[in-house]
């Protein structure tokens, strides 16, 4: 079973930055590697709906998006070899406040798995 847990979450100033990693282990020959796997960011605020945040592609993350929202202030990573994701956010705002997910999505058919999510509050 694939599991994905994030840290690196908790409470900054406005301006201030975090680094969030996604550590994903569980993998195995049915599920496929995690190279295989394009890596979500999601957050959700209280009250709105889940929104995607950024994306990075399979195997090597050659390509990204991100949400306008945070277009030059976040930035997605990943390390294959650690089978881990980083978003790395900067410029902080009151408005990124939320809890933020990691997501694996196959990219051949193995399904899509999610963290359990780590919290990210900006407040002054």
């Known amino acids: 079973q694939v599991t994905l847990v994030e840290s690196g979450g908790g409470a900054v100033q406005p301006g201030g930055s975090l680094r969030l990693s996604c550590a994903a282990s569980g993998f195995t020959a049915s599920t496929y590697a995690f190279s295989t796997y394009a890596m979500l960011w999601y957050r959700q605020a209280p009250g709105n709906e889940r929104e995607l945040v950024a994306r990075?592609?399979?195997?090597?993350?050659?390509?990204?998006m991100y949400a306008d929202s945070v277009k030059g202030r976040f930035t997605i990573s990943r390390v294959n070899a650690n089978n881990t994701v980083f978003l790395q956010m900067n410029s902080l705002k009151l408005e990124d406040t939320a809890v933020y997910y990691c997501?694996?999505?196959?990219?051949?058919?193995?399904?899509?798995?999610w963290g359990k999510g780590t919290l990210v509050t900006v407040s002054s």
């Open positions: 990075i592609s399979s195997p090597e993350g050659t390509s990204t």
């Open positions: 997501c694996a999505q196959s990219t051949v058919g193995r399904g899509d798995y």
